[in-house]
């Protein structure tokens, strides 16, 4: 169904567009998008040691960023583009990860925008709870 591979510095451009796709009505909700200026953020934070390209049929369809902490595992980055959606995708992703934190004894954190209901939505589903907010993000904890 999908494969997760590992990111390199030429995935710069397939990670931002990727993140455009998924991501650009809920950014420009909260900050306005403005593609120069998010092309220059995601340029400095883009770390292809911790990001993961997720395939689908052998389509680069998204992106996957965990960070692992001695106390905890944070989910960083989930972001599908709408072909890979609705698909149960983004619930195995998630929950194997939470398969890693259980297994390590760490909880798994994340943060989702105030303005993305739907994440939030399957986020609860799946036994993440809320900890904490800080301006526009909601800050969970499973």
Not at 13 to 42: E, I, N, P, T
Not at 90 to 97: D, F, K, N
Request: proline residues 4%; glycine residues 10%.
């Amino acid at each position: 169904m999908y494969s997760l591979r590992p990111a390199t510095a030429v995935d710069l451009d397939l990670c931002f567009d990727l993140h455009a796709a998924a991501m650009r009505s809920y950014v420009a909700a909260v900050w306005g998008w403005d593609d120069g200026v998010q092309r220059d953020f995601h340029a400095r934070g883009f770390d292809p040691a911790r990001t993961r390209i997720l395939t689908v049929d052998g389509r680069d369809l998204g992106v996957l960023i965990v960070e692992y902490r001695p106390d905890e595992i944070v989910l960083g980055r989930i972001e599908l583009h709408p072909d890979a959606q609705g698909r149960g995708i983004g619930t195995a992703l998630i929950r194997g990860v939470l398969a890693e934190g259980a297994a390590s004894g760490r909880p798994v954190t994340l943060e989702v925008l105030t303005v993305n209901p739907r994440a939030q939505a399957l986020y609860e589903r799946l036994g993440f709870r809320e900890v904490g907010r800080s301006g526009v993000k909601v800050r969970m904890r499973h």
